[in-house]
């Protein structure tokens, strides 16, 4: 049984900076990827970004450029660097870690507010 614990989000003006943090238990080697996504009002929960347990990154195009996904293994921690952050990014952000074994799931975190002023 995966469990994540998120933190960070909040609100801050456009063009601001802001860093989520993903722990993981048991280890982030367990999962095959962990990463993040986001839900607005209104619309489906989408990919963000993702790594892979290999430490290959992968991103959505409109983050690309912006966001930065990185990870501690030391402290299982995976980390999303929002930079230049625009009002459409405003969403909550959901911590997700996915298995394949022994059978294919996904595990999300609580999610976290990130709001966006313009």
């Known amino acids: 049984q995966v469990q994540l614990l998120e933190s960070g989000g909040g609100l801050v003006q456009a063009g601001g900076s802001l860093t989520l943090s993903c722990t993981t238990s048991p280890s982030i080697f367990s999962v095959n990827r962990m990463g993040w996504y986001c839900q607005a009002p209104g619309k489906q929960r989408e990919l963000v970004a993702v790594?892979?347990?290999?430490?290959?990154?992968v991103y959505a195009e409109s983050v690309k450029g912006r966001f930065t996904i990185s990870r501690d293994t030391s402290k299982n921690t995976v980390y999303l660097q929002m930079n230049t952050l625009k009002p459409e990014d405003t969403a909550i952000y959901y911590c997700?870690?996915?298995?394949?074994?022994?059978?294919?799931?996904?595990?999300w975190g609580q999610g976290t507010q990130v709001t966006v002023s313009s």
């Open positions: 997700n870690a996915y298995t394949d074994y022994p059978r294919p799931k996904d595990y």
């Open positions: 790594i892979t347990r290999g430490g290959s990154p």
